[in-house]
């Protein structure tokens, strides 16, 4: 399940809970290759470089 809240104009999250690379016992969750297929999909659509943070 994804959920996206737009935080200010420009700024959103995107929350995965239950996302393949999740590791539920870490303290400090991340999705390195969902953040590159992001920025790099995201970027290309803005036409510019867009930031994706983990």
Not at 14 to 41: H, Y
């Amino acid at each position: 399940t994804v959920e996206h809240e737009e935080l200010h104009a420009g700024v959103g999250t995107l929350t995965a809970r239950d996302w393949f690379e999740v590791d539920p016992a870490s303290s400090t969750p991340a999705c390195p290759f969902s953040t590159g297929v992001l920025a790099n999909i995201l970027g290309r659509v803005a036409g510019q470089d867009v930031a994706v943070m983990v």
